[in-house]
């Protein structure tokens, strides 16, 4: 996420998340809690049990965040060694390029650099031709100034936590392949040079005439949010009902607004803008960050140790309901404001 320095006086140190391994039991099938307070019924489980947990969350963010990958700057050799990655997991999983390969070469940067594209086809013959976008930068800001000897901007939480939630939701749907609506995800590079690889992309598809329906995009997510009755707010929480829907489907209060996020308007600083500005359809970011719970925005401590992988995964398993409702509903229930 694009935030300005003068945000970073905002931040405040707070305990970090727990990195530790917790299996989650397959066989734990939830089921919808009744309708709450807010009036919510349960269309859905609230979570897809067992899909991911925090050792798979693990594997992905132990390998995007390393120091080997050196901070994932664009153009670098550490972010070709995760484009690499990424391509290989959406290969594995059943999801295919939507290119005529999973790279999609920015326009708009000298050095080069790929957005990795690929594309979950819808099972529905008359739906199919409805597109919904799940995007993240893989992209951060490679090696800075030194602090305690340590060079390396690895961009776990900015924004390895967001990657890493979208290639968990490919693998779930190209496994499955329970979606209606087509799925395109897109894993952005150059987000940190000023949205460049969201911002090619949706001029791109633009042009293609693509039918967008909703763009989805997850930025930050690698640590609880603290003290609030929501596990994830939206960006530009006021322009759709996307939180109401989405709500819906987890059967649960799983999205909420961050007054914070408008008082900054984090909905131009993230990758939804360029969706939202192309295509006037509702295009936000899901986030966990609320400027309290994370205080190594664009530093080298920005580690997979202070990463919640536990909470990642269960954020995951919430998340694959409402996605999987938006894309199966009979009608586009995603709407502006």
């Known amino acids: 996420m694009k935030i300005a320095i003068s945000f970073l006086s905002l931040l405040l140190a707070t305990a970090c998340g727990s990195t530790k391994i917790v299996e989650t039991n397959p066989d734990n099938v939830q089921t919808a809690e009744p309708a709450g307070p807010d009036g919510l019924k349960a269309q859905m489980p609230k979570e897809t049990p ?27 050799e550490g972010i070709e060694e995760a484009a690499k990655y990424i391509e290989k997991h959406f290969k594995d ?4 390029p939507y290119f005529d390969s999973y790279r999609d070469t920015l326009s708009n940067f ?34 800075i100034k030194e602090e305690n000897g340590d060079a390396i901007a ?20 190209g496994k499955n392949k329970t979606n209606k609506r087509s799925l395109i995800f897109a894993l952005f590079s150059a987000e940190e040079k000023g949205l460049l690889g969201s911002r090619h992309l949706a001029k791109k598809l633009k042009e ?27 960006s530009g929480y006021e322009m759709s009902n996307l939180a109401e829907v989405s709500n819906k489907y987890a059967g649960k209060k799983l999205i909420g607004f961050l007054p914070t996020a408008k008082e900054y308007n984090l909905f131009q600083r993230s990758d ?21 719970n ?15 992988f536990t909470h990642m995964a269960s954020m995951v398993n919430k998340m694959l309901p409402v996605v999987e409702g938006i894309s199966n509903a009979a009608t586009q229930e995603v709407k502006l404001n």
């Open 93 to 96: 999983n059943g999801v295919a």
């Open 110 to 143: 000298e050095k080069t650099s790929y957005n990795i594209v690929g594309i979950v086809e819808g099972n529905d013959p008359s739906l199919k031709g409805e597109y919904i976008l799940i995007g993240a930068h893989y992209d951060h800001i490679g090696i």
């Open 208 to 234: 293609a005439d693509l039918n967008l329906y909703t763009m989805l995009n997850f930025e930050m997510t690698g640590v609880p949010l603290v003290g609030k009755d929501y596990e994830l707010y939206i």
């Open 154 to 173: 690895n961009g776990a939480n900015d924004n390895a936590s967001g990657t890493t939630t979208v290639m968990e939701m490919a693998r779930y749907f």
């Open 294 to 308: 994370f205080n190594h925005y664009h530093k080298v401590g920005d580690e997979n140790e202070i990463m919640d």
């Open 272 to 292: 939804n803008y360029d969706f939202h500005k192309e295509f006037n359809v509702p295009s936000h970011t899901f986030c966990t960050f609320d400027f309290t």
């Open 50 to 76: 067992g899909f991911t947990n925090a050792a798979k969350i693990g594997d992905i963010m132990n390998f995007l965040a390393s120091d080997d990958l050196k901070g994932r700057d664009s153009g670098s």
